[in-house]
C-alpha cells in the first residue's frame, strides 16, 4: 500500500484537525484544542488522496514538562506500519529538534500501545486502565525491530 507521511505547517493545522474529526466519532481520542501559548508539531499520514491518521505533539514550550503525543490510524489501515512510522517519524523530528523525553497517555486497550511500544515507548504509570507511556528520546535511532 502506498502512502505518506509530512509534516503539517503552522498555518495549515487548523485544517488537518478539522480533516481529522472522525477520530472523535471512532474512539475516546479527543483531537486536542489547542491555543496559542501551547506550541504543536503535527505529522499526517495520507493514502488514496485522503488523510488516514495522524500523530500530533504538544507542551513544546514547557521547559518542565515533556512534550505528550498521540497517534490515530483509521482502523482499515492497521497492522501495515503506518502508525509506527507516524509515531517514529514524529519522534525523530522531536530528537532532532533537541527534546529529551515524550509522553504518550493511552487505554491500556487501545492499539496505539503497540504503536508506541514498537518505537520504544515504556509504561511508566497505569491508572483506570490509562497508560502513561515515556520514551526517552536520547534513545531514538537505537531501537531495535
Request: glycine content about 6%; proline content about 3%; aromatic content about 10%.
Amino acid at each position: 500500500m502506498k502512502y505518506r507521511i509530512q509534516q503539517i505547517p503552522a498555518g495549515l493545522i487548523e485544517e488537518t484537525r478539522a480533516q481529522l474529526q472522525f477520530i472523535q466519532a471512532e474512539t475516546d481520542t479527543q483531537v486536542p484544542n489547542l491555543n496559542a501559548e501551547q506550541a504543536e508539531y503535527w505529522v499526517a499520514a495520507e493514502a488514496e488522496g485522503k488523510q488516514i491518521g495522524a500523530a500530533w505533539a504538544w507542551n513544546l514550550d514547557s521547559g518542565d514538562k515533556p512534550a505528550e503525543m498521540y497517534v490515530y490510524l483509521q482502523p482499515e489501515y492497521r497492522n501495515c506500519g503506518i502508525g509506527t512510522d507516524l509515531v517514529r517519524t514524529m519522534t525523530d523530528a522531536l530528537a532532532l529538534t533537541g527534546y529529551k523525553e515524550i509522553t504518550a497517555t493511552v487505554r491500556r486497550d487501545n492499539y496505539a500501545v503497540l504503536v508506541f511500544g514498537k518505537v520504544g515507548f515504556k509504561p511508566v504509570r497505569e491508572v483506570d486502565l490509562v497508560y502513561t507511556l515515556r520514551l526517552d528520546l536520547a534513545q531514538v535511532g537505537q531501537i531495535e525491530m
